[in-house]
């Protein structure tokens, strides 16, 4: 079982960043990032990183704005989040995998079985 606790969401207007945190209970995770739901869209992933921090996926919607990083000592995955933009107003969720994941298969909400609660970001124009 890993337990995840995001934080770090908040209102911003367009432009603008937001760094979200997301701490695990434990360190047996494989791979460990950001979900998004919009206001009447399906969860759809933004960035994963493989623990060894060599690995990253991005959503094309984000790549060049978002950056994710881990802090393996703490067990903590950061998203920078730069050039923010209204369409980037979602709840925002850590997930976390173990073993191993195909490279297809990252950014699939159905291959992460740990979730956290989730943390709001609003961008405003």
């Known amino acids: 079982q890993v337990q995840l606790v995001e934080s770090g969401g908040g209102s911003v207007q367009a432009g603008g960043s937001l760094r979200l945190s997301c701490s695990a209970s434990?360190?047996?995770?494989?791979?460990m990032g950001w979900f998004r739901r919009a206001p009447g869209k399906e969860r759809e992933g933004v960035a994963i990183i493989h623990r060894d921090g060599l690995i990253t996926y991005y959503a094309n919607s984000v790549k060049g704005r978002f950056t994710i990083s881990q802090d393996n000592t703490k067990r903590t995955a950061y998203l920078q989040m730069n050039s923010l933009k209204p369409e980037d107003t979602a709840m925002y969720y850590c997930a976390a995998a173990m073993g191993w994941v195909p490279s297809d298969a990252s950014l699939r909400e159905r291959t992460y079985n740990y979730w956290g609660q989730g943390t709001q970001v609003t961008v405003s124009s």
């Open positions: 434990t360190d047996t995770y494989t791979h």
